[in-house]
């Protein structure tokens, strides 16, 4: 078994963040104080648990500028963009289809296949090499038959950080009469959130925030029909039946609140990340950044390499992915970046860095330092 090594630099923030200590403290504080079940209004424990749940709802509402009404609590993203895709009314008949972008998280990919297997149609959207998404392809997409009844693209790439320009994509799809669904995981508090007001759906999760895991949500627009993915007792609207963990509801709401609040942290660190970048293509002029040309959050390098030996391999004292966190354990190569467009044996050999508030400028120059030296290692290696 593989131990942690608490010394080393966490640059792997895209995976998973620390919870912040004000979150957990909304935590316990709700655990200890009000472990009632909201279900159950008979009694002031279920009446406690409820009137928090529903605080929880109207402050995140609030906090993101949305209806709490459509706010779904689930257990992160990726059932978020399950009940998204496979909940939706619109698609229940198979006589439609459904637009993704190319580099998809595999959840939402995986659960569009579920949806081609039924017999809706899935159209993939290309992507440019700098891993935004082809708008002329997705319109000529739109104006083809089957008509497309969802287009569910997300907000930033969690390997790349390219940031994907909802505003224009949800004008799209609304044009040719299809709603627009997006996953904001990766973009809530690194990112302009000004897309909320045209996206019809929207999925988000807890332990990206700096919250705990095991908590997200989807929102979706009031008005839209949804049909539920789990059966039983009717909780959240009957969209989500089980149990609503009242704690992890408040820590969400606290979490998103501070992250949507808190955004200085980047622009203090950015110019560090951005150093490494620069670093590494001085002395490595074969390393590529993918998605340099396009539009990034400042949080996120994505740097591959042509070598034979990984470079994460080499690289000791810091934590990194070599990409999603999702896909790392199958030795395959990206294929968020062979999509982009980029050979085999770089897609096989890429690392991500992703910076947090919990970060600090010595601890990225110091990185810098320890990554450059398993680059050269890999380097000498093959």
């Not at 923030?13 to 957990?24: F, G, I, M």
């Not at 439609?96 to 017999?119: D, K, T, V, W, Y």
Request: glycine residues 8%; hydrophobic residues 40%.
């Amino acid at each position: 078994m593989r131990q942690t090594n608490k010394s080393d630099i966490y640059l792997d923030n895209a995976a998973s963040t620390p919870v912040d200590a004000r979150v957990l403290a909304e935590y316990c504080k709700v655990a200890k104080d009000c472990w009632g079940n909201p279900s159950n209004v008979n009694n002031n424990y279920g009446v406690c648990a409820k009137d928090i749940l529903e605080r929880s709802r109207f402050n995140i509402g609030e906090t993101l500028g949305l209806d709490p009404r459509g706010i779904i609590f689930t257990s992160g993203a990726t059932e978020a963009n399950n009940l998204a895709l496979k909940g939706i009314d619109c698609l229940q008949n198979g006589r439609c289809a459904i637009a993704i972008s190319a580099i998809e998280h595999p959840c939402i990919e995986q659960a569009a296949g579920r949806l081609q297997n039924m017999g809706i149609t899935v159209k993939m959207i290309p992507v440019l090499p700098n891993g935004t998404v082809d708008l002329n392809a997705l319109q000529q997409a739109l104006a083809s038959n089957p008509p497309i009844k969802l287009v569910s693209i997300m907000a930033v790439n969690n390997e790349t950080g390219v940031v994907q320009p909802i505003n224009q994509i949800a004008d799209l799809a609304h044009t040719y009469g299809a709603l627009c669904h997006t996953d904001a995981t990766q973009a809530i508090g690194k990112a302009p959130l000004d897309f909320l007001n045209k996206v019809d759906m929207m999925s988000l999760s807890g332990h990206k925030i700096n919250g705990p895991k095991g908590i997200g949500a989807l929102w979706v627009r009031p008005g839209i029909n949804m049909h539920p993915m789990l059966q039983g007792g009717g909780q959240e609207s009957g969209l989500r039946s089980g149990t609503t963990p009242v704690p992890l509801v408040a820590a969400l709401a606290k979490a998103l609140k501070i992250a949507c609040k808190d955004t200085k942290w980047t622009q203090k660190l950015y110019p560090y990340l951005k150093q490494l970048e620069t670093t590494i293509q001085t002395q490595y002029p074969e390393a590529h950044v993918n998605g340099l040309e396009g539009l990034r959050t400042a949080s996120v390098s994505n740097i591959a390499f042509p070598y034979q030996t990984p470079v994460i391999d080499n690289i000791t004292g810091v934590a990194l992915s070599a990409a999603s966190a999702c896909s790392c354990s199958k030795p395959e190569p990206s294929r968020v970046l062979q999509r982009m467009g980029l050979p085999e044996n770089y897609a096989a050999n890429a690392l991500r860095v992703s910076i947090g508030k919990v970060n600090t400028p010595k601890e990225i120059q110091r990185a810098t330092t320890l990554i450059m030296n398993g680059i050269e290692k890999s380097k000498n290696l093959g």
